[in-house]
């Protein structure tokens, strides 16, 4: 599969429309992998226009300035409606999120509520449950945003969430094909690249990289387009609708091109028809400091991974973009 040259950084069309933005050049890439989950595949040729892009994930001290200038109450912190849960007992609707616990020892990996609670109280304030805080993490990612606080605080921006194919070619860098943001070796000369899970999942954590949670922002290398943190460390939202199939949103393309600027499904394509209760989801993106080889092995920029709209957890970020017209 042949592939367009990139334009590099510094043919960017103008300066940043705004600090601490990257310039994405347009062009055609590979998108997908047929190596690893079956929905990454199958890889295929798409086409981008440029954009900007954050460098590096919205930190705690950025959306508490959103907070403070707007008010905004996210998800988390809100006593879920009965009328959008009604199999559930109205006294267990109240404000949290979901936060990780390692347990002590083995677990069967199909069943994630050996390692998730939903804790009442956890919110982007207090990652860990009410008794946290993120105090010394202002650098850190803001975690416990759905994605509708997502896309509150990318319009407060003046910015908007990247698509799956727009994520995917900034999280490349370039390199097209490749295993990993920075090439295919895991290690690179001895230094691990991206703040991800060393040790058997969800019990053993080495904590090799330095960090049992959460890293600041620009902690690991930077890939060829000079975006921290495409893999690993928080999950990051993208505006497209999940589904299996990948190139389900672009099945009415014409099979003689390449689609340019892809988009995912519609919110009713996203439901597994199986299961017509199922909530709306989003695609994920990068993986995070909870993957591990041995479990979720999604710190790829092929991979992907399926969040319904109404969930937060202390490992779920994003980033913003802006497009040019």
Partial sequence: MTTEPDRRRDDAPTDPPQEGMAWIPGGTYTMGSDKFYPEEGPPRAVTVDGFWMDTHHVTNAEFAEFVDETGYTTFAERDPSPDDYPDVDPEKLVAGSAVFTSPNHPVNLQNPNHWWAYIPGADWRHPLGPDSSIAGKEDHPVVHVAYEDAEAYAEWAGKTLPTEAQWERAARGGLDGKRF????????????????????????????????RTSPVGAFPANDYGLYDMAGNAWQWTRDWYSDDPQAGTADAPTCCTPTNPRGVTEEQSIDPRDPTQIPRKVLKGGSHLCAPNYCFRYRPAARYPEPIDTSTNHVSFRCIVEVA
């Fill in 181 to 212: 943001v920075w090439g295919d070796e895991h290690v690179v000369d001895g230094r691990l690249m991206a703040n991800t899970w060393q040790g058997q999942f969800p019990y053993e954590n080495q904590k090799l990289d330095g960090y049992e």
